[in-house]
Structure formats: C-alpha cells, structure tokens
C-alpha cells in the first residue's frame, strides 16, 4: 500500500510521562528510549508514522529529557521538534495545547509510543487510516485494535464501533475494542480547552456525542508496552515473527 495524498505530513508524539510502571527500566532513561526488539519504543512509532509520509514529529519530553533529545538528533529521516514539558507533564490533551503552534493548521497524526505492532500480510493498519479519513466528516480519527489480538492489555476495550465508523464510549456488557494509541486529528479540538493537564478522552466525549468521532480496526496483533512483564511479552512476540 503507498502513501496516501490524505496523510497528514506532521505528527505529535506523546513521550513525556514518568514511565513508572516501566521501572526499574525507566530508572535511567525515559519510557521512550525503553528497547524492544533492539530498537527504541520512540522509534518503532517514528518508523511507522515516516513510512506514512511523515515529514515532521513534535515530540514533547519531560522524564530524562535531555536523554530523549540527544536520541532523537540522530535520526536523519524526519524533521524532529521538541515541545518542552520539563516543567509540567500536561497529560494527552494539554501536551497537545502546549505544542498547538508547532503543528500548524492541517490535520496531524498523534501517537503514543508505549505502543508495538504486528500488520497482517498486506495490510497497513497506519495507511489504511489516512486511506479512510475523512475531513469533513470527521474530527478525530482513532486506531483501534481487536481485543482478541490484544498483547499486555487487561481492559476490556475502550470503543464500540458503528457500521459507519462513528465511536461510541464502551458501555458494560458490550464488546469494544481498545485504542492502540494512533489517531488523526485536528489539532484546532484543543483550541478552546485551557492551558494546563488534561486528556484527550474529554474531547473525545464531546466528539462522541457530536457524531465527529470515528475509528478504524487494524488487521493484526497490537502489544501495549506498558509495564517490564508486557515488554518482554512483546519481545518474544517479535521474536516469533522474524
């Protein structure tokens, strides 16, 4: 599958939190720079996201910052800002408001990077995305994963998906899939929020209600790196794919 024309150029990557459920690996370095597969989390993200079209990735830092920068000045193949949050961690939502000005005007990718991904043969899960977004029907667009083919992840799913791509917020009793932690979106939803931490899932709720929030299920196995234990899940699924 090639890039898509409706891929977005930029990208925002969340890489500021604590990582405290990643230690002792976060001991000494942020939970960006934690490897798996021989290779740094940030960077299985920024690999994805470039192979999309990516051209330019805000990444905000907080944790080891210094550390993170100097990882990513080495990679040549994708303009790296820095949004600082050495100050305050802002949460999803606020470190988005924070790096508002670095991102421009037109739609953005926004990726967590506690996240590793297996696509099935022939499918991109990341284009296929770009591939479905629709502007001018949707605000934000959400990668979301199949449950079944869920590795490190305990919850019971975050979304119910319509027939028409429309998410609602998962109700009990009912299959839902969880958010992978990739999605488009206009960076304009945090216009109107106010400075300081929030999350994103605030808006996703007004988005819910207003119809404007929408998700597309990968074909594939999604692992949530999110703690030592899943780290080492994910290793060994790596390892049994290649």
Known sequence: MSRHPNAPKTAMVLAAGLGTRMRPLTD???KALVEVGGRALIDHVL????????EKAVVNVHWFADRLEEHLSRRKDVEIVISDERAELLETGGGLKKARALLGEDP???????????????????LELAEYWEPAQMDAF???APLDRSLGYDGEGDFMRGFDFHLT???PGYPASPYMGVHITKPQIVDDQPEGPFSLSRIWRRLA?????FGHIMSGDWMHVGDPVSRDEAEAKLRGVG
């Open 28 to 30: 000494d370095r942020p």
């Open 47 to 54: 690999d994805r996201l470039v192979e999309a079209g990516v």
């Open 108 to 126: 953005v990718w926004v990726a967590n990077i506690d996240s590793v991904w297996i696509d099935d043969p022939g499918r991109n899960g990341v």
């Open 142 to 144: 959400l990668l979301l």
């Open 169 to 171: 917020f998962r109700s």
């Open 209 to 213: 209600d207003e119809s404007r929030l």
